[in-house]
């Protein structure tokens, strides 16, 4: 029994520190995706650890090793709770003016062919703006009774489920296609022109997943490339998309300090968007990160359509405010220094995009 006890104890301890390695590799970097599993289950642990006799665990050294490592997985779970203080600001129509607008981002799963249920989706949320990815030439067919809704369009449709499109009711301006680091693996840019005229840039991406037997140079090089992109920029910003990374990782906190940006979900909710299929093994897949001239009204996830990602909606208003609001965390050197490390590990690499035959 005492056996059993230590190699639980030592796996959740493991877990919970590996991430904090700086090593871009999948085995690594998984360990950041359950925490909120990780944290129910060292409640549990030390919740019996707390039984007359032990019944499991039989010392205070497996209480307190649990506890630690509940409180320690709790301290990134909060961040996305009302128990903690918003990133960015709600709309209040007191004071805030600007033009509303609905995006909708949905990754529909390749080899999922409920096109019909994607339709319902789109009716029903009825957004200005959406993004597909892991679009395909059939998935683009199967789009076409709602295509002609959206007078903008960009599209990338590719077979190794990295394709994605942009569809718009608003004019695109500026709009762009590209593999930023890897080849196979498209981004989509574009300055969204809105009804009143104002203006904000967009960027789309889905980099690639982290995996056990490959690095994750990839993925987190195209984060640090678009975050250092997105510092530059002198108007508003959205980024948004499958980042096939979860909200409270090393990786996405780095991104948010460099580029600035806010996350919506911080001090509301988290807002799991993976895996559809398993009600247990959920983390937030899939993001939106706003600049701070941008107000919230209203976020939330959409009916699943087939696909192992939930689809997100995100109601905002981009303010006509000079000014932007909205706490934003300061990068320091370390960042930006690794940043670029990771945008330069990502150029070299000569790999072909991660699960380009998954969905074959």
Same mark, same amino acid.
């Given at each position: ?125 009825? +957004?200005? @703006? ?5 679009? !395909?030439? /059939? #998935?683009? &067919?199967?789009?076409?009774?709602? %295509? ?87 108007? +508003?910003? @959205? ?5 096939? !990374?979860? /909200? #409270?990782? &090393?990786?996405?906190?780095?991104? %948010? ?98 699960? /380009?035959?998954?969905?074959?």
């Amino acid at each position: 029994m005492l056996i059993a006890q230590t190699v639980l104890a030592v796996l959740l301890l493991a877990i919970t520190v590996l991430p904090f390695l700086p090593i871009a590799h999948g085995i690594v970097r998984m360990g950041e995706f359950p925490r909120q599993q990780i944290l129910i289950l060292a409640l549990i642990c030390f919740a019996i650890s707390l039984t007359p006799n032990g019944i499991l665990f039989d010392t205070w050294f497996f209480a307190i090793l649990f506890g630690a490592v509940a409180l320690f997985q709790a301290r990134f779970i909060a961040e996305f709770t009302r128990f903690w203080p918003k990133s960015s600001k709600s709309f209040d129509p007191a004071i805030d003016h600007g033009e509303r607008f609905r995006l909708v981002a949905s990754n529909v799963k390749m080899s999922n062919r409920d096109y019909a249920a994607h339709i319902r989706m789109i009716e029903q949320s009825d +957004p200005d @703006i959406l993004i597909m990815a892991e679009v !395909d030439e /059939a #998935w683009l &067919k199967g789009m076409a009774p709602i %295509r002609e809704r959206y007078s903008y369009r960009v599209e990338q449709p590719q077979d190794n489920a990295y394709g994605m499109l942009l569809w718009s009711k608003y004019r695109l301006d500026d709009a762009s296609k590209q593999d930023l680091l890897t080849k196979g693996v498209p981004s989509i840019m574009a300055t969204v022109v809105l009804a009143d005229h104002s203006r904000f840039r967009l960027y789309a991406i889905h980099p690639e997943p982290p995996v056990p037997n490959h690095g994750t140079e990839g993925r987190d090089g195209e984060l640090s490339l678009i975050a250092m992109t997105t510092r530059d920029e002198k108007g +508003p910003v @959205i980024v948004t998309g499958d980042l096939n !990374d979860v /909200a #409270w990782s &090393k990786t996405t906190r780095r991104f %948010r300090r460099i580029s600035g940006l806010l996350d919506p979900r911080i001090g509301r909710s988290m807002i799991n968007t993976f895996d559809a299929r398993f009600w247990f093994m959920r983390w937030p897949l899939d993001h939106l990160f706003h600049s701070g001239q941008f107000r919230l009204i209203d976020m939330q996830r959409l009916e699943p359509c087939g696909s192992d990602h939930f689809p997100v909606q995100f109601d905002l208003v981009l303010c006509d405010h000079e000014e932007p609001a909205g706490e934003e965390d300061e990068a320091d050197g370390a960042d930006i220094e690794r940043a670029r490390d990771l945008i330069q590990q990502a150029a070299e690499r000569q790999d072909e995009p991660i699960g /380009a035959d998954w969905e074959k």
